[in-house]
């Protein structure tokens, strides 16, 4: 089972920048599909943004392309999330999750089998 840790949140103004890492405790990290979603309350949890096995594509909500960037590094069994130009509707708990069932990236959080516990990220204005 993937144990899931996810660092780098916190309290940053309209503008500024975050980078979220998750460490995963699985040898076999580089087997999984990975993805961030985020949540805020009264919401449902969304993607953000998706990265293969290989690292070779990925994948952004259209609200974060070209201000978010995911990457992986496979040899430290982290993947990142790093965040741009942040915005006050950016604020929610971002979780990394994992799933070794698909081949491509999938923006529905129920393909996913792994999730971490959140971090908190706000964007004040």
Not at 17 to 30: D, V
Not at 62 to 89: C, H, W
Not at 93 to 103: D, E, I, K, T
Not at 108 to 115: A, G, K, R, S
Request: glycine letters at 12%.
């Amino acid at each position: 089972q993937v144990q899931l840790v996810e660092s780098g949140g916190g309290l940053v103004q309209a503008g500024g920048s975050l980078r979220l890492s998750c460490a995963a405790s699985e040898r076999t990290f580089n087997n999984y599909i990975l993805g961030w979603f985020r949540q805020d309350p009264g919401n449902e949890r969304e993607f953000v943004a998706g990265i293969t096995s290989s690292g070779g594509s990925t994948k952004y909500a259209d609200s974060v392309k070209g201000r978010f960037t995911i990457s992986r590094d496979n040899a430290k069994n982290t993947v990142y999330l790093q965040m741009n130009s942040l915005k006050p509707e950016d604020t929610a708990v971002y979780y990394c999750a994992a799933n070794s069932r698909w081949g491509v990236v999938s923006v529905f959080h129920y393909n996913y089998d792994y999730w971490g516990q959140g971090t908190q990220v706000t964007v004040s204005s």
